[in-house]
């Protein structure tokens, strides 16, 4: 059974940071593109970071020198450390898998920068 449990959002200040955690299980970690995807009340889903099995990365432009992902195979897990958090960044955060055809989601965790 594939699971994507992800952990570490809550409330933050503006200028703070936090950092998610996906722990992953039910399928072959190390061969997936794993990948930091958000959404905000009202607007579409949209990819945060990803990082490829062999550790290249892409970031959207409004997170790039604010966030960091990452990845331990060993442990299956994803992280996203998120610094100079903006009230912009707010949003639930989902993770996700992919390899080919397969695409998998985790249940979300829920960001909020607000002072």
């Known amino acids: 059974q594939v699971q994507l449990v992800e952990s570490g959002g809550g409330l933050v200040q503006p200028g703070g940071s936090l950092r998610l955690s996906c722990e992953a299980s039910g399928f072959t970690f190390s061969n997936y593109a794993m990948s930091w995807y958000r959404q905000a009340p009202g607007n579409q889903r949209e990819l945060v970071a990803i990082?490829?099995?062999?550790?290249?990365?892409n970031y959207a432009d409004s997170v790039k020198g604010r966030f960091t992902i990452s990845r331990d195979n060993a442990k299956r897990t994803v992280y996203l450390q998120m610094n100079s958090l903006k009230t912009e960044d707010t949003a639930v955060y989902y993770c996700?898998?992919?390899?080919?055809?397969?695409?998998?989601w985790g249940q979300g965790t829920q960001v909020t920068v607000s002072s």
């Open positions: 990082i490829y099995f062999g550790g290249d990365t």
């Open positions: 996700g898998a992919q390899w080919i055809k397969n695409v998998y």
